[in-house]
T-cell receptor, first 108, second 118 residues
Framework: GQSLEQPSEVTAVEGAIVQINCTYQ??????LSWYQQHDGGAPTFLSY????GLEETGRFSSFLSRSDSYGYLLLQELQMKDSASYFC?????????FGSGTKLNVKP | ETGVTQTPRHLVMGMTNKKSLKCEQH?????MYWYKQSAKKPLELMFV???????ENNSVPSRFSPECPNSSHLFLHLHTLQPEDSALYLC?????????????????FGPGTRLTVT
């Protein structure tokens, strides 16, 4: 099947900016999505990129580059509550695929 | 109630038991999904229903049997499970099931059922 690669863990300080990358090996997919999941909680939808470029939603932005086979989630003005796991997902050949998730630790 | 609810939240069952997981969405969505989430592994899509019709079956063992009686309810019937089936089972819904539209990507998840098979 397809694979999406993400770093397993990232640590940053409050107020900083952090970028979580997602690389994939596939083509012809419809779009890339991002979800946030707090420990013990349900995943919540953050963003979706159908086209190349940057999508901004408040402090969070998501980027897609099909030519480079990667996307990223950018979190600005980090807050303690942003400590969670973040995973990317795409749809290809009638299947949804997701990355293993990146655990973000925000330190004071 | 709002959003997507799942019951039970925790379930312990033996390998010979039969149990069912229930999911209900109060969002008026037309598509519902079952996912399996194991520690340190990617989220695995198990089943997709659109307007009560199954549209995907991702090679899931027959010991997992889904049922969608209407667009608001989704069940996962379990029988003769194995210890490796222990995981968090998540239900989700989206406005519609569209291969190209953002509405499929914007999924709303329930809190999950933590299943332990002994």
């Amino acid at each position: 099947g397809q694979s999406l690669e993400q770093p397993s863990e990232v640590t940053a300080v409050e107020g900083a900016i952090v970028q979580i990358n997602c690389t994939y090996q596939t083509s012809g997919f419809y779009g890339l999505s991002w979800y946030q999941q707090h420990d013990g909680g349900a995943p919540t939808f953050l963003s979706y990129n159908a086209l190349d470029g940057l999508e901004e939603t408040g402090r969070f932005s998501s980027f897609l580059s099909r030519s480079d086979s990667y996307g990223y989630l950018l979190l600005q003005e980090l807050q303690m509550k942003d400590s969670a796991s973040y995973f990317c997902g795409l749809y290809n050949f009638n299947k949804f695929y997701f990355g293993s998730g990146t655990k973000l630790n925000v330190k004071p | 109630e709002t959003g997507v609810t799942q019951t039970p939240r925790h379930l312990v069952m033996g390998m010979t038991n039969k149990k069912s997981l229930k999911c209900e969405q109060h969002l008026g969505h037309n598509a519902m999904y079952w996912y399996k989430q194991s520690a340190k592994k990617p989220l695995e899509l198990m089943f997709v229903y659109s307007l009560e019709e199954r549209v995907e079956n991702n090679s899931v063992p027959s010991r997992f049997s889904p049922e969608c009686p209407n667009s608001s309810h989704l069940f996962l019937h379990l029988h003769t499970l194995q210890p490796e089936d222990s995981a968090l089972y998540l239900c989700a819904s989206s406005q519609e099931y569209s291969l190209s539209g953002a509405s499929s990507y914007e999924q709303y998840f329930g809190p999950g059922t933590r299943l332990t098979v002994t």
